[in-house]
């Protein structure tokens, strides 16, 4: 199973671009990636996912290496909303399930 | 609205008593998933179902149990065998198939409390 590898925390500057990097150098070819956050007491928010292009929405970018070893999540303009712990899994090869790891708690600040 | 309903959203319990929490979704999904959070910690897979009346044990399936038979229903039983029960319980789905890239999509949990 692939396992993901995310600094612990980080803090961003309201209004800057927020990079969060997510290593998971043992995945497989035909596995995603996937970004989630979580605010306090809720549960996790999905907000992109990629196998090996780039992908955008409405709410983030994800950047996927050539080499699949790596990703990084891109908010923009982060905001104070913004807050929370993001978590990038990776699904196993072959099944439905989802791993999570501890994830990055992103603190914007004001 | 479609989505997935877990309730109650916080559950307090006597130690020895078993208890189930509920999952609903209404999005048609095939596969549905538990997930454990202690505080601080990522979210841990208890027990996943692909498809009704089938299921597979997670990482930490010990102390607890399922059942699906309805396609919108996936309750957790956590037992009195669950040395640690106290902690945050979420519920997910996903649509099956679909060359499997389909994202999970997460109830707003239950906070289980044993004393």
């Known amino acids: 199973d692939a396992k993901t590898t995310q600094p612990t925390s980080m803090d961003c500057a309201e209004g800057r671009a927020a990079n969060l990097p997510c290593n998971h150098s043992?995945?497989?070819?035909?596995?995603?990636v996937y970004w989630y956050r979580q605010i306090h007491s809720q549960g996790p928010q999905y907000i992109i996912h990629?196998?090996?292009n780039n992908e955008t929405n409405e709410m983030a970018s994800l950047i996927i290496t050539e080499d699949r070893k790596s990703s990084t999540l891109i908010l923009p303009h982060a905001t104070l909303r913004d807050t929370a712990v993001y978590y990038c899994?990776?699904?196993?090869?072959?099944?439905?399930?989802?791993?999570f790891g501890t994830g990055t708690r992103l603190k914007v600040l004001a | 609205d479609g989505g997935i309903t877990q309730s109650p959203k916080y559950l307090f319990r006597k130690e020895g008593q078993n208890v189930t929490l509920s999952c609903e979704q209404n999005?048609?999904?095939?596969?549905m998933y538990w997930y454990r959070q202690d505080p601080g910690q990522g979210l841990r897979l208890i027990y996943y179902s692909q498809i009704v009346n089938d299921f597979q044990k997670g990482d930490i399936a010990e102390g607890y149990s399922v059942s699906r038979e309805k396609k919108e229903s996936f309750p957790l039983t956590v037992t009195s065998a669950q040395k640690n029960p106290t902690a945050f319980y979420l519920c997910?789905?996903?649509?099956f198939g679909a060359g499997g890239n389909s994202p999970l999509h997460f109830g707003n949990g239950t906070r289980l409390t044993v004393t």
């Open positions: 899994i990776v699904r196993a090869s072959g099944t439905y399930k989802y791993i």
């Open positions: 990629g196998l090996k």
């Open positions: 999005l048609n999904h095939d596969a």
């Open positions: 997910a789905s996903s649509i």
């Open positions: 043992t995945i497989s070819g035909n596995e995603y």
